[in-house]
């Protein structure tokens, strides 16, 4: 079953507002919703961020009383839900306008990918820490409930009106709920994001998110009469960069500190690192990016070997050890590597996720660099020429999984220097 991750925002309130204010008699059974046009009238604000801001505040307002706010958001959602009925999916929602137009773009190209019908699809509706958030989210549940389309909320904390709560908090939430989500459903079928309601910032870390984890991004833009697909590309952080700062990482994502505090533990910060810090009230934080990365290498390290463990060297059947990068009969660890360029360039094959490497014909030669050339990546192994500057001698590199390899060769590059 296809899994749809839908970023959700409010589109379905603000278009309720706008719908109301150009037809005043609907307001007549739309109440609550002409209880926020007639609230923002004095407004100089635009009217969908000041009907959002009305309603938050009305919410908060009853928040010491769970029975009056529970009342005051199931009477804004039964008018949602009736405004939803009446414009229908693709005028009332930015979230239903993308699922119906990728269905029927789906359809128009003779395929059935994406098909809004019970038991092809299930919808996780991603939404914000607000009130008005849940109360949209909430209305398009029990709309896909009634259409028998299997759906299920997940609210990311943090995920607010209040800059200082939305940037550090409410960010890294959404990229650990985007990935437990991934982890979750792509055992099951395959998932993809839906990334045209909530926040601009919620979109740009979905982006990343579905790169890193392979996940496709679907996004409507308001004047677009078709989805723009953004595919998985071979995209990988850098494991050495990881390997190098790893346990800073780890540790300032669990101890928000000062810069002094920082540097007097780990000495000067890279600019590298700074760009994955958020500063708050003199104190620095993970970032969402910093988040992503710290959990994108530990995926790595669930799915396949742990970098830099199990890494084995040996010869091939019928070639001995000697002469080659290394002049002991018995070659079996990156310790009995004599030539020391040779050596660096094994170890970054060893960081890349490299799991074994098997030395193979070896030629004396002249050559002006020492370099790594991949010459072929078939499965789960890469045939390579490792280039010294006396000798050339033919490697092949076994990794985990074909994708592994994919993304060593693309780490690599076309050579790969000490």
């Known amino acids: 079953m296809l899994v749809a991750v839908t970023t959700t925002g409010t589109s379905l309130l603000t278009n309720a507002v706008n719908y109301v204010f150009k037809n005043p008699e609907r307001g007549q059974k739309l109440e609550q919703i002409a209880g926020i046009i007639e609230g923002i009238r004095d407004s100089t604000r635009r009217m969908d961020r000041a009907a959002l801001e009305f309603a938050e505040k009305e919410g908060k307002e009853l928040e010491n009383d769970e029975r009056a706010l529970e009342k005051f958001e199931k009477e804004l959602e039964s008018e949602l839900t009736a405004y939803l009925n009446e414009a229908g999916e693709k005028v009332a929602s930015a979230e239903l306008n993308t699922l119906r137009t990728m269905e029927e773009k789906s359809r128009e190209k003779g395929r059935k990918d994406i098909q809004l019908q019970e038991g092809k699809i299930h919808v996780v509706l991603l939404h914000s820490d607000t009130i008005t958030g849940r109360v949209c989210a909430n209305a398009l549940s029990k709309h896909f409930e009634k259409n028998k389309i299997s759906n299920q909320l997940v609210k990311t904390p943090g995920l607010e009106f209040k800059p200082e709560r939305f940037m550090i908090y409410g960010l890294n939430s959404l990229v650990n709920n ?6 979750e459903f792509k055992k099951r079928g395959e998932v993809i994001f839906c990334a045209t309601g909530g926040y601009k910032a919620e979109l740009a870390l979905a982006n990343l998110v579905g790169l890193l984890f392979r996940v496709k991004v679907y996004y409507l833009h308001e004047l677009f009469n078709d989805t723009v697909i953004i595919p998985p590309l071979p995209l990988v952080v850098d494991p050495e960069f990881w390997e190098r700062n790893k346990e800073f990482l780890k540790w300032i994502s669990k101890n928000p500190s000062t810069k002094e505090e920082i540097e007097e533990e780990f000495g000067k910060l890279s600019t590298e690192l700074i760009l994955l810090l958020e500063e708050q009230d003199k104190r620095l934080y993970i970032s969402p990016v910093g988040q992503l990365m710290i959990e994108y290498f530990k995926e790595s390290q669930t799915t396949g070997p742990e970098i830099g463990m199990d890494f084995k060297i040996r010869t091939s059947g019928g070639h001995r050890a000697a002469p080659s990068i290394s002049q002991k009969q018995r070659v079996t660890s ?17 960081i890349l996720g490299v799991n074994e490497v098997i030395l193979g014909e070896f030629h004396p030669t002249k050559t002006s660099e020492t370099f790594l050339k991949v010459e072929s990546v078939k499965d789960n192994t890469l045939d390579c020429t490792l280039n010294c500057k006396k000798f050339t001698q033919k490697l092949i590199l076994i990794t985990s999984s074909s994708e592994k390899a994919k993304n060593v060769r693309f780490m690599l590059g076309e050579k790969a220097t000490p």
Request: aromatic share 0%; charged share 50%; proline share 0%.
């Open 178 to 183: 985007l990935i437990k989500i991934v982890k």
């Open 334 to 350: 990156l310790s009995d590597i004599d030539n020391e360029d040779a050596k660096k360039i094994l170890e970054r094959v060893k």
